[in-house]
C-alpha cells in the first residue's frame, strides 16, 4: 500500500492517518487497495492498477479538532488531492494554508457536489482547491453559483499543473 502512495510522493505518516489496507475478492481473485473512508462507510480505493470503490459511494467529510472560527471548509475532487494537500502543507509548501483553520471535504468524483451543498451551506467560506481541467472549471463555477460567488477558487495555486499532486511531484 505505502509503495504506491510513495511513487505519488504522498507523506506516508500523512496517510497512515488517513487511509486504510483494505483486501478484497472480485471473480474470485483477491486484490488490495488503499482505502480512504466516506462518511456513508464505503470506501474510495486505489492501487497502481486500479481505481474504484466500494460502495456507497458518498463524499467524505474530516472535521478538525477544536474551533473552526472562520468556519472555513477546503474541498477537494479526489482523496489524493486531499493527501497531496496534507503533504504539501506538512513540508512548508503551501505556506498559506500553514496557520488556516479548515474542515475538509472530498467529493470523491465531482459528480457528488451536489452531496456537499448542505454540509457547505454550514460554512462562512468555501475553498476549492479542484484540478486544472475542464471538470474541475465545471465543478468550481457550480459551487460558485449554488453560493452566489461565496466560493474560492485556489486551483492557481497549481497552474501549470494538473492536480495537487502533479505539483507535488515536480
Given at each position: 500500500?505505502?509503495?504506491?502512495?510513495r511513487e505519488r510522493k504522498i507523506d506516508t505518516d500523512v496517510a497512515r492517518n488517513e487511509c486504510v489496507e483494505v483486501h478484497y475478492a472480485c471473480n474470485g481473485?483477491?486484490?488490495y487497495a488503499i482505502g480512504f473512508r466516506n462518511r456513508s462507510g464505503g470506501y474510495e480505493l486505489r492501487n497502481r492498477w486500479f481505481k474504484g470503490c466500494?460502495?456507497?459511494k458518498d463524499i467524505s467529510h474530516m472535521k478538525q479538532d477544536?474551533?473552526?472560527?472562520?468556519k472555513i471548509c477546503l474541498v477537494f475532487e479526489g482523496f489524493i488531492d486531499y493527501l497531496s494537500f496534507l503533504t504539501l502543507r506538512k513540508h512548508g509548501r503551501l505556506p498559506c494554508f500553514d496557520s488556516m483553520e479548515s474542515d475538509f471535504?472530498?467529493?470523491?468524483s465531482v459528480s457528488s457536489i451536489g452531496k456537499a451543498l448542505p454540509l457547505l451551506r454550514e460554512y462562512d467560506k468555501t475553498v476549492c482547491?479542484?484540478?486544472n481541467d475542464a471538470a474541475g472549471r465545471?465543478?468550481?463555477a457550480s459551487l460558485y453559483?449554488?453560493?452566489?460567488g461565496n466560493a474560492e477558487d485556489m486551483s492557481s495555486l497549481c497552474e501549470g499543473f494538473k492536480d495537487l499532486n502533479d505539483y507535488l511531484n515536480a
Open positions: 500500500m505505502l509503495a504506491y502512495l481473485k483477491r486484490y466500494i460502495a456507497p477544536g474551533e473552526n472560527e472562520n471535504i472530498v467529493l470523491n482547491l479542484f484540478d465545471n465543478a468550481f453559483k449554488a453560493f452566489n
